[in-house]
């Protein structure tokens, strides 16, 4: 894993040319998958009384690059998730890494489609199509984490913040214990949302768990996809933010605990495929880091020490006892 060089680079950001007019058409996207979720997912308060949660996407204006979760009321049930579009343009462009001539994964080549429809997409765009919906569902249902989670009722009561924003406020003053609360928050919400994505990534993947519109390979090739699909959520994430933010892990922290997250799924779900998914999507993660050039995530000795440095994320949950905090959910499950 160590640098090679002749390693092509990938330049996803700049992108082939995208334009946000492009993406406009697109955009509405996010209301299905936002309404798919809610509609699978039964959250409510620990007294029994069902949540709200609204979402509340700008989209005049493409500069807007924000994603929140907030109290829009004294009221503990109701809440609303703001997002500006261009999170989700940038998003959109990234994922065209699949459709470049980059072959990202070379195998996506072998891939049949199901659905005569798609046929003309091609498959390299139905794969960054497939990437744009899964880094789509992991932004929303990060959010959806916050709250579940009680974190923004324990941020509110004893820090006094509205919100724990994607995109950090540079004049707001943390103090250093405010700091290590909110990352360790972030991480939860980012383990949260790991286990939340995999069901809706297992229910796009029909009954034989190998594509419903498009048919992979293997198992081993389904997550292939879907580390990449990740990695690349996070590659954006480290452009936009510069790995400046104070209160969230660094996204190559983030990548990997996201991956990490298979492993708790799988041991529930689908013990017998565990340790041969889970070493493969590990393995992904150090390739696709590199690729994709995500700083600190393919040199395995870094990752160890990154995966050791997060240890503090149990011991603030320990001593918040936010657990207490949290809200009751469900999965409705479809299968
Ligand atoms: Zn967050």
Same mark, same amino acid.
Not at 134 to 163: A, F, M, N, P, R
């Given at each position: 894993?160590?640098?090679?060089?002749?390693?092509?680079?990938l330049?996803?950001?700049?992108?082939?040319?995208?334009?946000y007019?492009?993406?406009?058409?697109?955009?509405?996207?996010?209301?299905?998958?936002?309404?798919?979720?809610?509609?699978?997912?039964?959250i409510?308060?620990?007294?029994?009384?069902?949540?709200?949660?609204?979402?509340?996407?700008?989209?005049?204006?493409?500069?807007?690059?924000?994603?929140?979760?907030?109290?829009?009321?004294?009221?503990?049930?109701?809440?609303?998730?703001r997002?500006?579009?261009?999170?989700?343009?940038?998003?959109?462009?990234?994922?065209?890494?699949?459709?470049?001539?980059?072959?990202?994964?070379?195998?996506?080549?072998?891939?049949?489609?199901?659905?005569?429809?798609?046929?003309?997409?091609?498959?390299?765009?139905?794969?960054?199509?497939?990437?744009?919906?899964?880094?789509?569902?992991?932004?929303?249902? !990060?959010?959806?984490?916050?709250?579940?989670?009680?974190?923004?009722?324990?941020?509110?009561?004893?820090?006094?913040?509205?919100?724990l924003?994607?995109?950090?406020?540079?004049?707001?003053q943390y103090?250093?214990?405010?700091?290590?609360?909110?990352?360790?928050?972030?991480?939860?919400?980012?383990?949260?949302?790991?286990?939340?994505?995999?069901?809706?990534?297992?229910?796009?993947?029909?009954?034989?768990?190998?594509?419903?519109?498009?048919?992979?390979?293997?198992?081993? !090739?389904?997550?292939?996809?879907?580390?990449?699909?990740?990695?690349?959520?996070?590659?954006?994430?480290?452009?936009?933010?510069?790995?400046?933010?104070?209160?969230?892990?660094?996204?190559?922290?983030?990548?990997? +605990?996201?991956?990490?997250?298979?492993?708790?799924?799988?041991? !529930?779900?689908f013990?017998?495929?565990?340790?041969?998914?889970?070493?493969?999507?590990?393995?992904?993660?150090?390739?696709?880091?590199?690729?994709?050039?995500?700083?600190?995530?393919?040199?395995?000795?870094?990752?160890?020490?990154?995966?050791?440095?997060?240890?503090?994320?149990?011991?603030?949950?320990?001593?918040?006892?936010?657990?207490?905090?949290? !809200?009751?959910?469900?999965?409705?499950? +479809?299968?």
């Open positions: 894993m160590k640098n090679n060089e002749n390693r092509k680079e330049h996803i950001i700049q992108g082939p040319g995208y334009k007019d492009s993406f406009i058409p697109i955009a509405d996207r996010i209301n299905e998958h936002f309404d798919r979720i809610l509609s699978l997912l039964s409510s308060t620990p007294s029994g009384k069902p949540i709200c949660i609204k979402l509340n996407v700008d989209c005049v204006n493409p500069e807007e690059i924000a994603a929140y979760a907030q109290r829009v009321s004294k009221d503990p049930s109701v809440y609303q998730i997002m500006g579009a261009g999170l989700l343009y940038h998003l959109w462009v990234a994922s065209r890494a699949f459709a470049s001539e980059y072959n990202l994964l070379p195998w996506i080549e072998q891939c049949k489609i199901n659905d005569e429809r798609l046929r003309k997409l091609g498959k390299k765009q139905i794969f960054a199509d497939y990437a744009h919906s899964i880094g789509c569902y992991y932004i929303i249902l !990060h959010e959806i984490s916050h709250i579940v989670l009680g974190q923004l009722e324990y941020i509110k009561d004893e820090i006094e913040l509205d919100y924003s994607e995109f950090q406020d540079e004049k707001s103090s250093l214990e405010e700091i290590r609360i909110s990352k360790a928050f972030e991480a939860e919400a980012d383990r949260q949302a790991g286990e939340f994505l995999l069901v809706f990534f297992e229910q796009s993947l029909g009954s034989n768990g190998l594509g419903n519109y498009l048919s992979f390979p293997s198992r081993l !090739h389904v997550y292939e996809f879907y580390v990449y699909a990740i990695t690349i959520v996070f590659r954006m994430l480290q452009v936009l933010t510069q790995r400046q933010g104070l209160i969230h892990p660094k996204p190559n922290e983030r990548l990997y +605990t996201l991956v990490g997250s298979l492993s708790k799924y799988f041991s !529930h779900n013990p017998d495929e565990h340790d041969k998914i889970y070493l493969q999507a590990v393995k992904s993660c150090l390739e696709a880091g590199e690729k994709l050039l995500v700083l600190d995530s393919y040199d395995p000795c870094t990752v160890i020490q990154n995966a050791y440095n997060l240890a503090f994320v149990d011991e603030v949950i320990r001593e918040t006892n936010i657990r207490s905090y949290q !809200h009751k959910v469900e999965v409705i499950s +479809t299968k």
